[in-house]
């Protein structure tokens, strides 16, 4: 995949594909449950198969489930049968449990199961882009740390979150570089953690590593996606100098107002409701606030239809429908 003709074939296409991260609604197409998605990389394939069948997306993607690299560094993973993994306690206090805490292989816990999907993903979808995912390095050490304690950290005690920060990012490049191996055409960086922060925090506890991932990993032939759901506004001039090819933002905020602030040569995807309108919504409502954004945003060339972050797995297919549906009634005309 040649990334620079990717991206200017589709921002300079009059006609615009979306780009939801529409993994797990996947479930209710082959008849399975999250639990049994989430623990098997042939399942997940399969899943994307039946994702890509019935939609017309711009690129295949993994599952978004970010449980997956801190239950690699021992963190305990509460799994329902609908419902994505979440991490439930941290389990790093002190500096004393920084340095025990062990880098894992990859491989290790349910890492090797979403290498094994890529893998068998690229069998099976063969007409777009298969897209990896993983966490990003001030998400993944929040969920060790706990969210509210790194917060506090950053102000008092900055020395403890760098040191977690430092190994979650070796694990992170180390990752991603096995994702690349197994063929993986890109992959997007989930680092919503990264909205709580004001932008010098941004800078030093996120911006960082992320560049640091980016720099080890980007290729001409491997596209960064950087995922950010929180505030990002004010941070976009750092989030800017990541390098990701691509900025996928939630629907904190508003769209039309990121997109001047971003070179018409990056793609900007986002941000309609993953909660209020593909799985609380209606088809109408999806529908007209489909076209809201759209019409507030398709001035702008660089935007791609998406939704603001990763879709709930029993939202409505109808939704997810009228989705794709406004998005190519709203280009027909």
């Not at 090797?112 to 007409?127: F, H, N, P, Q, S």
């Not at 740390?145 to 070796?170: F, S």
């Not at 603001?308 to 109808?318: N, V």
Request: charged letters at 25%; a negative charge.
């Amino acid at each position: 995949m040649n990334v620079k003709k990717w991206i200017d074939d589709i921002v300079n296409s009059e006609i615009k594909k979306s780009l939801p991260v529409l993994s797990f609604p996947g479930v209710q197409l082959i008849d399975v449950t999250v639990n049994d998605l989430v623990h098997d990389g042939a399942l997940q394939a399969k899943c994307m198969k039946a994702i890509a069948d019935k939609y017309d997306t711009l690129a295949s993607v993994t599952l978004m489930d970010l449980s997956v690299e801190a239950e690699a560094f021992g963190s305990p993973v509460i799994f329902c049968e609908d419902e994505i993994p979440t991490v439930v306690k941290r389990i790093i206090e002190d500096m004393d449990d920084v340095e025990k805490l062990q880098i894992p292989k990859v491989g290790d816990a349910r890492t090797g199961e979403y290498i094994k999907t890529v893998r068998e993903a690229k069998k099976l979808i063969t007409d777009r882009p298969v897209l990896a995912g993983a966490i990003g390095p001030f998400s993944l050490s929040g969920r060790l740390l706990d969210m509210t304690e790194i917060m506090v950290l950053t102000l008092i005690d900055p020395d403890i979150v760098h040191a977690v920060l430092e190994k979650v990012t070796k694990f992170i490049t180390a990752y991603a570089k096995e994702f690349k191996k197994a063929g993986a055409d890109g992959i997007i960086f989930a680092e919503p953690a990264a909205g709580l922060l004001s932008p010098d925090l941004n800078r030093e506890f996120s911006v960082k590593y992320m560049k640091q991932i980016v720099d080890e990993i980007k290729d001409d032939n491997f596209m960064i996606v950087y995922h950010n759901c929180g505030n990002t506004i004010p941070l976009i001039k750092d989030i800017l100098n990541i390098g990701a090819d691509c900025l996928h933002f939630g629907n904190t905020i508003k769209l039309h107002d990121m997109l001047p602030l971003v070179p018409s040569d990056i793609p900007v995807l986002g941000n309609i409701s993953p909660a209020n309108q593909f799985k609380n919504g209606t088809v109408q409502s999806m529908r007209e606030n489909t076209l809201e954004i759209l019409t507030k945003c398709s001035v702008y060339k660089n935007y791609i239809p998406s939704s603001g972050c990763d879709i709930p797995p029993l939202s409505p297919l109808e939704n997810i429908d009228a989705f794709f549906a406004a998005v190519k009634d709203f280009y027909k005309e």
